[in-house]
């Protein structure tokens, strides 16, 4: 039980185009989803927290307006990379949290490695 | 000072050896704590929890002292398939499931034959 799946698992992009990932939680309801990034040989940074219905609150230094995130139902949460540059490139991890078994603890999706040229 | 801290290594070792890593985190509020590991390009796969008491799985000992704001990992007998990061990982207090984890660096570690 507690699978996150994301997709897609790698694009490739174009300098300015837009690239939508997604996050679903399979078997169970994500109240709570996060989106990290992680650029190589560095840790995860948390770039946003959003719950399901209401807006997402994002960490300091991650501009709202390029990452767009969008909680709209309890297994599924969208993270949209606007006008994407090479410096977006990055591996995008999700994770889900809410009530599945006994726990509330986050459950992580595969990571989207996104590259763009 | 960063929020958790590790060696972010690499330790080479020889197979059946028995590593030791330590993480020190900043915020004397932190409630949880864990270590993740996590393959090369792979996300990150909760090894265990770490508990006040010391807990142990299998080969696999954590241990935290939360007067000195240190978490350690003990891997014995260590397998070639042990390779991987070993992430320190942090949950801050905060509401319900909206409680951040602070990830460390990572430590590397690579098992030889």
């Known amino acids: 039980g507690a699978v996150v799946s994301q997709h897609p698992s790698r694009v490739i992009c174009k300098s300015g185009t837009s690239v939508k990932i997604e996050c679903r939680s399979l078997?169970?309801?994500?109240?709570?989803m996060f989106w990290y990034r992680q650029f190589p040989k560095q840790s995860l940074m948390l770039m946003a927290t959003s719950n399901e219905g209401s807006k997402a609150t994002y960490e300091q230094g991650v501009e709202k307006d390029k990452f767009l995130i969008n909680h709209a139902s309890l297994t599924l949460s969208t993270l949209t990379v606007t006008s994407a540059h090479p410096e977006d490139s990055s591996f995008y991890i999700c994770s889900a949290s809410g009530l599945a078994g006994n726990s509330y603890e986050q459950y992580f999706g595969p990571g989207t490695r996104l590259t763009v040229t | 000072r960063k929020e958790v801290e590790q060696d972010p290594g690499p330790f080479n070792v020889p197979e059946g050896a028995t590593v030791a890593f330590n993480c020190t985190y900043s915020n004397s509020a932190s409630q949880s704590f864990f270590w993740y590991r996590q393959d090369c390009r792979k996300e990150p796969k909760l090894l265990m929890s770490?508990?006040?008491?010391?807990n142990e799985d299998g080969r696999f000992t954590a241990q935290l002292n939360r007067a000195s704001q240190y978490i350690s990992l003990l891997i014995r007998d260590s397998k070639l398939s042990d390779s991987a990061t070993y992430l320190c990982v942090v949950k801050l207090p905060g509401a319900g499931n909206n409680r951040k984890l602070i990830w460390g660096l990572g430590t590397s570690l690579a098992v030889n034959p």
């Open positions: 770490v508990y006040s008491s010391g």
């Open positions: 078997d169970f309801q994500a109240t709570t």
